[in-house]
């Protein structure tokens, strides 16, 4: 699987879209890219996956670029509950997690 | 709701005594993961099923072991806890181990080692 590089912390304030970048540049053709959120004292959540196209749900949209090679969660509005650490993944068989964003939303 | 459950959520062992952890799922899925997460680091996997056929992680240490008797239920068996094995273990599902598929987490049981 790919290595993944996000960066260790951002700061959101509420209500204000929130974009976190995750770099996946040694992925491969068919690996999807995925995304979690952990919130504190909780198992990781699933937010959003996918290979090529831009995808959409009542979550987050997710931004692939064209070469694959990096991508970015949107959160449209971010609110104080959406305060977690993201996990970027690529998979094409098991899941591996890197080391996540911390986001702060401040109100 | 179909969910994945974890029990107990909290639990406390000592050094060297056998601890078995559990997890259960009603949603059917064909795949069941084990992590360790550890204080203020990402979830590391150990290990998962794909029905029966068990898939262990290159440096999963050989203290820990793991079965599935049937669909539902997965544990997590640690033969010798030591001092380094006290962390968050999560358990998840998934329909299938490609890319396709997202996995669902149960809320983690919390291991202390004393």
């Known amino acids: 699987d790919a290595k993944t590089t996000q960066p260790n912390s951002m700061e959101s304030n509420e209500e204000e879209p929130v974009h976190l970048p995750c770099n996946h540049s040694t992925i491969s053709g068919t690996d999807y890219i995925h995304w979690y959120r952990q919130l504190p004292s909780q198992g990781p959540e699933y937010v959003i996956h996918?290979?090529?196209s831009n995808v959409n749900n009542r979550m987050a949209s997710l931004a692939i670029a064209e070469d694959r090679k990096s991508s970015t969660l949107i959160l449209h509005r971010a609110t104080l509950r959406d305060a977690a650490v993201y996990y970027c993944m690529t998979n094409n068989n098991d899941m591996r997690f890197g080391a996540g964003t911390r986001l702060t939303v401040k109100p | 709701d179909a969910m994945v459950i974890q029990n107990p959520r909290y639990q406390v062992t000592q050094f060297g005594k056998p601890v078995t952890l559990s997890c259960s799922q009603t949603?059917?899925?064909?795949?069941m993961y084990w992590y360790q997460q550890k204080s203020s680091q990402a979830p590391k996997l150990l290990f998962h099923y794909y029905d029966k056929d068990f898939n262990n992680e290159a440096d999963t240490p050989d203290n820990f072991q793991s079965r599935r008797p049937n669909t539902s239920f997965c544990f997590l068996d640690i033969r010798s806890p030591g001092l380094g094995d006290a962390a968050m273990y999560l358990c998840?599902?998934?329909?299938?181990?490609?890319?396709?598929?997202?996995?669902?987490f149960g809320p983690g049981t919390r291991l202390t080692v004393t």
């Open positions: 996918g290979l090529t």
């Open positions: 998840a599902t998934s329909s299938g181990t490609s890319g396709l598929y997202e996995q669902y």
């Open positions: 949603l059917n899925h064909n795949v």
